[in-house]
């Protein structure tokens, strides 16, 4: 007899082992990134005596390694038989506030104390004394770092939580592959910060051959794929970003096919099946991510791509370009329906371009003709799914401020 979960339960023909290609997984070489490595251990050392350290700022793309070459090095140093040093990591997309990212600290160091409720200056106090105790050291790693709502007040509390402590000190080591970070903040902020700064270039296609290579030989069978396939998949994320992450997506996607179609191996075949759904995947993933006005920008080049928008009008038959003024009306017209304040043009252009930069829209100059010379934009990704991703994640949002029992309001200043 058969039963629903043996095709399921079944020994897989292509995996050896899943979790090695997902990407939460850290292999225990991470490749080229000897010097990143290396830069990191050097700025983390002073902490590592006793000293305070300098503050480290670490800037790249996405999917060039470095939450994983971070996470390497705290891993190696929760190795060491240190006992005054600290450390603290926190992706912001979770921790994303001032008062949540000093709680989550408490949390980490001291559970007993931090149930909820405390207030900021509490809580700011508990740590002052905490660290002083015996002189402790601090390091406080913050992975997507731009995505803390009030982070020049939080590098604030940092940095005036040093001059207060009078034994023992912070580190703070922030992440980053937002390249327009440094415009938004305030420049005191950014002295802090940007104490060191580590870059991580793009990985070329030989080197994400390499490790995909390196992920194949740990999460895939013997014999179930060839160096062409798994080329083609390096050559297609290079050539888009030179993130290790998309290369890998696209390796797993291609296995997940090989194994629903019951191939023998993975080929150049399922290796371009897939890599069409992981860059859209990423995409949306992306989109539904992104900071709320240029969601909002977002949505409304979506919808226009939708209706038509008026050079389609214009020039019949061309695909949908938009004008970047109509789009600037729709998007004030979402704003104000969510009964919120438009930003102004000088705002929507360079969110326009950080959305070209990410790859989301393709920007034109109209040329001469079209009402003198203005900004086209034409939407790259298909404009059902792309408002269907924000739709679903505005609905989201609403329901978890209905939810949010976060004493927001104790969020009084120090
Ligand atoms: N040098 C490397 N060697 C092996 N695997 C790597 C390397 N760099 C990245 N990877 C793999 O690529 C994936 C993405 O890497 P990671 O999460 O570190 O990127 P990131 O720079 O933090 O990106 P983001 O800015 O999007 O957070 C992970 O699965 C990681 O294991
Ligand atoms: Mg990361």
């Known amino acids: 007899m058969t039963g629903p979960f043996d ?169 980053s592959n937002k390249i327009s970070m440094k415009e938004e903040l305030d420049p005191r902020s950014l002295s802090t910060l940007y104490e060191n700064e580590l870059v991580f270039p793009p990985y070329n296609s030989r080197e994400l051959l390499a490790i995909l290579e390196q992920r194949a030989s740990l999460g895939l069978k013997d014999g179930v794929y060839d160096r062409a396939a798994l080329g083609l998949a390096a050559a297609i994320a290079a050539k888009d970003s030179g993130d290790a992450r998309l290369a890998l997506k696209i390796l797993s996607g291609a296995a997940e096919i090989a194994e629903n179609e019951h191939r023998e191996k993975i080929t150049t075949a399922e290796v371009e099946k897939a890599s069409k759904s992981a860059e859209e995947e990423l995409a949306y993933e992306l989109i539904s991510t992104l900071p709320e006005h240029q969601r909002l920008v977002m949505y409304a080049i979506a919808t226009l791509t939708i209706q038509g928008g008026r050079y389609r009008k214009l020039a019949e038959g061309t695909e949908t370009y938009l004008f970047s003024g109509e789009v600037y009306d729709k998007y004030s017209a979402i704003a104000n329906s969510m009964a919120k304040q438009p930003k102004s043009s000088r705002w929507y252009r360079k969110y326009i371009s950080d959305l070209e930069m990410q790859g989301l829209i393709a920007t034109y100059e109209s040329g001469r003709g079209i009402r003198g010379h203005t900004k086209l934009i034409k939407l790259d990704y298909p404009a059902q799914r792309v408002k269907e991703t924000i739709e679903r994640g505005l609905f989201k949002e609403a329901e978890a401020n209905v939810q949010k029992e976060e004493p927001e309001n104790q969020e009084t200043e120090n």
């Open 7 to 175: 095709e399921l339960l079944k020994e897989s023909a292509i995996f050896a082992r899943r979790d090695c290609l997902s990407p939460h997984f850290i292999p225990d070489s991470l490749l080229f990134r000897d010097e990143q490595i290396a830069n990191i251990v050097k700025a983390l050392t002073p902490s590592l005596r006793g000293e305070r350290g300098r503050n480290l700022f670490i800037y790249g793309k996405t999917g060039t390694g470095k939450t994983s070459c971070v996470r390497y090095v705290i891993e190696e140093v929760k190795k060491l038989p240190t006992v005054r040093s600290k450390i603290s990591y926190l992706n912001c997309r979770i921790y994303s506030s001032r008062y949540r990212v000093l709680s989550k600290i408490m949390n980490d160091h001291l559970p007993t104390y931090s149930k909820r409720g405390y207030g900021l200056v509490d809580i700011y106090e508990k740590l002052i004394s905490w660290i002083e105790e015996d002189g402790k050291v601090l390091m406080v790693v913050l992975d997507e770092i731009d995505l803390v709502k009030d982070l020049d007040d939080l590098v604030y509390t940092l940095t005036r939580a040093n001059s207060d402590i009078k034994n023992g000190s912070i580190t703070i080591v922030g992440i």
